[in-house]
């Protein structure tokens, strides 16, 4: 049975002092892929939760002025009410509206029944070519999900490309790039693969920090003012020298903010019915609460993300979600949250 959201969910995490100008709405956990790095993890992924799809716009109803909601799973489009929830949001009129899917088709989604400027589609795409997609999604994604990005570029829709990089892709990112314009898509958003979920059954994935480090240096060096490809990456790993500025400069600032946001500006909310600031805390004792039968019931221990928050202004969600290290020369470990944009 899907799982209900009264209205007092929303009242209960404004009495914890949230105010969230973001909403990340994971609205199923079915998924039609078992990919190798997913960080959600093929326990939920099988466990096939859901929410009523009322109840979700009814959520984000109850907190006016929000500036981005994002709508995902599992895979979004294989949840039968999502065109009730992406046409109830719409309606809303947030900032901006986006659905992150792995595109392997359409499913529920009935592209007749929303306009191109309504949301953004976000398409998870792992690799420049067919071999390394597929090998940590499936054989034969890669060629379903282009045609259908395909389509929807020819029809007007507004398609970012999600890369996840992995080991055997971080040094191919120009060859992303060149995808991303043969497709027809101008903005792609770069994640590193994080170590949680299935991808912890994979560590031949995980990208070291040097290593990444010297990839975004090598795609800085493709920046142009004119360029014609939005991308945004992931930093993550600087020195404590780097780190000192960039809090001191106000680029950057601690998670004592949560997660890299304004304080009580994100909320999260997963299938299973747990919520948190931080989609980097998932998994772990941080979240904030439950949703159990419609209401919210709060996590009283000391460990949840706001308690943590309050003890140590300071803290990083890495330094106590475990999810990542640096090296000697790189100590600290930065959001995943906070990412920089360059064009080329």
């Known amino acids: 049975m899907p799982r209900t959201v009264s209205p007092e969910v929303a009242g209960s995490l404004r009495r914890l002092g949230l105010r969230p100008r973001e909403l990340v709405l994971y609205v199923n956990s079915a998924c039609n892929l078992r990919c190798q790095h997913c960080y959600v993890g093929d326990r939920l992924l099988d466990a096939a939760e859901s929410y009523h799809a009322p109840d979700l716009v009814a959520f984000a109803a109850s ?41 392997t088709g359409f499913f529920h989604f009935d592209s007749a029944k929303a306009e191109p400027s309504d949301f953004l589609v976000a398409v998870s795409l792992d690799g420049h070519s067919a071999e390394p997609h597929d090998s940590v999604r499936g054989a034969g994604t890669f060629a379903r999900t282009s045609a259908n990005i395909r389509w929807l570029v020819d029809r007007g829709w507004t398609v970012e490309i999600t890369h996840t990089v992995t080991r055997p892709t971080v040094d191919e990112l120009p060859s992303m790039l060149a995808l991303c314009r043969e497709l027809g898509v101008r ?158």
Do not use: Q
């Open 63 to 103: 907190f006016p002025g929000l500036r981005r909601v994002t709508v995902l799973g599992g895979e979004p489009f294989l949840y039968r009410g999502i065109n009730e929830v992406l046409g109830g949001l719409t309606a809303l009129g947030v900032g901006e509206l986006r659905v992150t899917t792995n595109l």
């Open 187 to 344: 903005l792609l958003n770069l994640h590193l693969v994080s170590p949680m979920g299935n991808a912890l059954a994979h560590p031949e994935l995980v990208v070291g920090p040097d290593h990444w480090a010297e990839a975004c240096a090598r795609l800085r060096g493709l920046a142009r003012d004119d360029g014609d490809l939005r991308v945004r990456y992931p930093p993550l790993f600087v020195s404590e020298a780097e780190y000192r500025a960039l809090c001191a400069s106000g680029e950057y600032h601690p998670h004592a903010a949560g997660s890299f946001y304004a304080d009580g500006d994100r909320v999260v909310l997963y299938p299973n019915g747990e919520v948190y600031i931080s989609s980097e805390a998932f998994g772990t004792d941080a979240l904030l609460g439950r949703v159990e039968e419609g209401r919210f019931r709060a996590n009283p221990g000391r460990d949840n993300e706001l308690t943590r928050y309050a003890a140590d202004p300071t803290v990083n969600a890495s330094e106590y979600t475990g999810g990542r290290s640096g090296s000697h020369d790189r100590p600290r470990v930065l959001s995943v949250s906070y990412k920089r944009i360059i064009r080329v």
